[in-house]
């Protein structure tokens, strides 16, 4: 096969199928877990490599990269010709491409309430223009995100590091 | 008569606060969902479980002082 290129980039790790790469940049990774809880026949955490690119259509994949609120997943078509549609859409999907936060069309980012996400037996996603205090701590967040520990088992508290999938923490 | 106007121009400055030892307090301009819907829209505080033990998830109850 065709597609036995280098599979890594600097930052981190691709994969491909016929049609498009994946590029994970586990730097970025703030563990909200979309991915996982959405295509976990792709995206298996538990799994190595992690990614399988046969788990599932392309459509369905590019449909959950998407859906990562950081850049620490992306992809692009290996048809280079095709990527000149999708640079302003990548570029949109780091800003938040969540529909949700997208403003709509206003200048008015500051009123854009600021999103907290729930994941569901995971961390709470906190998306936009706030204040964060923490240990004494105080940032000023702009268009940022921080995803915070739910489940108590963190070794990096008050962020997720990813443990409540190993402990099994369950919301129910 | 109340001045609504200068109230909505004035964008709320969210905050969201770690409480040592306790839950994360939000107040502010939110919107609180989950994956599947919005939980609330705009609530004027809310204080969301960290312990993992909360009875009443994603809201914290208290549970972590037990």
Redesign the interface.
Same mark, same amino acid.
């Given at each position: 096969m065709m597609e036995r290129e280098k599979t890594t980039f600097s930052g981190g790790r691709k994969y491909s199928n016929d049609e498009i790469t994946v590029y994970w940049k586990p730097d970025a990774c703030v563990h909200a877990s979309y991915c996982y %809880?959405e295509l976990i026949e792709v995206f298996d955490p538990g799994r190595r490599p992690w990614v399988d690119m046969k788990g599932a259509e392309t459509d369905r994949i590019i449909e959950v990269v998407n859906m990562c609120p950081t850049e620490a997943l992306t992809w692009k078509w290996n048809d280079d010709k095709k990527n000149k549609d999708i640079s302003i859409d990548q570029t949109n999907h780091i800003k938040f491409r969540r529909p +949700?936060l997208m403003s709509t069309d206003e200048q008015e980012i500051? +009123?854009n @309430? #600021? /999103? #907290?996400? !729930?994941?569901?037996d995971g961390p709470?996603v906190?998306k936009?223009?706030?204040?964060?205090?923490? /240990?004494g701590n105080k940032k000023e967040i702009k268009e940022g995100i !921080?995803s915070? *520990? %739910? *489940?108590?088992?963190s070794y990096h508290l @008050?962020f997720c590091d990813g443990t409540h999938r190993k402990i099994g923490?369950e919301?129910k | 008569m109340t001045n609504m106007e200068s109230n909505e121009n004035k964008k709320p400055l969210t905050i969201v606060e770690v409480i040592d030892g306790g839950p994360l307090k939000i107040t502010g301009n939110i919107i609180l969902k989950d994956l599947k819907k919005d939980i609330s829209d705009n609530p004027p505080e809310v204080y969301l479980c960290r312990c993992g033990y909360s009875g009443n998830k994603p809201y914290c109850d208290n549970s972590h002082k037990c």
């Open positions: %809880r +949700e500051q +009123e @309430p #600021v /999103s #907290v996400k !729930i994941m569901i709470v906190i936009g223009d706030f204040t964060f205090q923490y /240990s !921080i915070l *520990c %739910r *489940c108590g088992a @008050p923490f919301d | -």
